[in-house]
């Protein structure tokens, strides 16, 4: 390990001069348990430079906005223009990666639900083949028969975590921020899968800054590289886990409309306003807690 590591520190250092002599300004090196880093400042651009030490050996990685053209003259000098083999509009994937998505982020009834899938090289091309894709061009019905199949596919190799809308409530009452919540959400589910399985990837959609996932992952995820992009769920690992969190948060609807006899509506419009006057006239204030995510604006337009 201290050999691998050593080589991390001579890399990491190599591309800090290359950089320095292109004029970057950079801070000094920080030594992390699995990585060293160093970000690369200028003015309100901001890119952050770490190379991974392991067992697998070093890897390096920018974290970053990666629609800046900062950002990619960053990338063209450290990989080189056709180096880096992981770039946003490439369709190529890892062979051996976590893919992680959620629903219900924007819907006042209902609860959030982050699932992760752990594809590799042979199951990611069975998902393709029974037409895994962004559950957001899937009809429901589709949906709730994907995702049967793609359990079949990754058995034991996919997690689903269904935070219903009272506890919902508690937790972001005490975190106060919606994409703090889901970075918790989405570490707690890459957790959960590296408690089974060793891989060292993993791909999201992009709903914040990176750290909001790697602050919360715990000792088992400390290792894990990875990856935010903009429309993530073109990558199969990702679009296999939008359909079981959309497949999870559906079943939730079925239950609850037989419980309270009512049809509750997926999103945020004049529709479920009156949906949600109906559940406060039939069953009371205090009821909402259970169905609705009490800080959405809904909530103060119904009261």
Known sequence: MEKIKSQAKKEIEEDINHLAEEGFNLSSISENDYNYSVNILSGKNEVKLLVYFGKKGVKKVLQGNKETEYYHKINDLIFGKNLFGFKENEIDEPSN??????????????????????????????????????????????????????????????????????????????????????????????????????????????????????????????????????????????????????????????????????????GASIKVETSAKEVINNFGRDELKNLVKLHFKTTKKIL
Not at 188 to 207: C, Q, T
Not at 226 to 232: E, I, S
């Open 97 to 266: 990666y976590i893919g992680t998505d959620e629903s219900g982020k924007g819907d006042f009834f209902g609860p959030l639900v982050v699932a992760g899938v752990l594809g590799d090289k042979q199951s990611l091309i069975e998902l393709k083949k029974i037409g895994v894709k962004d559950s957001k061009e899937l009809t429901d019905s589709v949906i709730n028969k994907l995702a049967g199949r793609i359990k079949n596919l990754v058995k034991g190799k996919y997690e689903i975590i269904t935070i219903n809308p009272a506890k919902y409530n508690e937790l972001y009452s005490k975190i106060g921020n919606l994409n703090r919540l889901l970075g918790w959400a989405h570490a707690k589910v890459l957790e959960n899968i590296l408690e089974k399985h060793e891989v060292n990837e993993a791909i999201s959609d992009k709903f914040g800054d990176e750290k909001l996932i790697t602050t919360s992952l715990q000792k088992k995820g400390q290792e894990l590289i990875l990856h935010q992009y903009t429309k993530a769920e073109r990558y199969t690992a990702v679009a296999a886990a939008s359909i079981l969190a959309r497949a999870k948060f559906n079943s939730w609807f079925v239950i609850m409309n037989k419980k309270y006899n009512v049809q509750l509506p997926k």
